[in-house]
């Protein structure tokens, strides 16, 4: 069973930046499509960024431009580098290998604890 440790995470000003971590125990990462994923309180845990084995991209459009998304499959780690953030971006931030970097995108195994992003002045 694989198993991932987010980190990363911490208070920052709106328009501030985060780099955010996800280191895989398990398995062969670099064959896997990984993908990140946030979940606001109160509200369900959603998809924010895709990267496939070979390190093709994808993004919804609530980040699109302001998060990006890379690998390194030596360390066995995907990151989240987010810039210009908001209020909105206050989440817990979870990663997890996908089935498929294709729709519908289903998370392959157990979450992690994530890691709390805050937005506040």
């Known amino acids: 069973q694989v198993q991932f440790v987010e980190s990363g995470g911490g208070l920052v000003q709106p328009g501030g930046s985060l780099r955010l971590s996800c280191v895989a125990s398990g398995g062969i990462f670099s064959t896997y499509a990984m993908g990140w994923y946030r979940q606001a309180p109160g509200k369900q845990r959603v998809w924010i960024a895709t990267?496939?084995?070979?390190?093709?991209?994808n993004y919804p459009d609530s980040v699109k431009g302001r998060c990006t998304i890379s690998r390194d499959n030596a360390k066995k780690t995907v990151y989240l580098q987010m810039n210009n953030l908001n209020s909105e971006d206050t989440a817990v931030y979870y990663c997890?290998?996908?089935?498929?970097?294709?729709?519908?995108?289903?998370?392959?195994?157990?979450w992690g604890q994530g890691t709390q992003v805050t937005v506040s002045s």
């Open positions: 997890n290998r996908l089935q498929s970097a294709r729709p519908p995108l289903i998370p392959v195994n157990s």
């Open positions: 990267i496939t084995n070979s390190g093709s991209t």
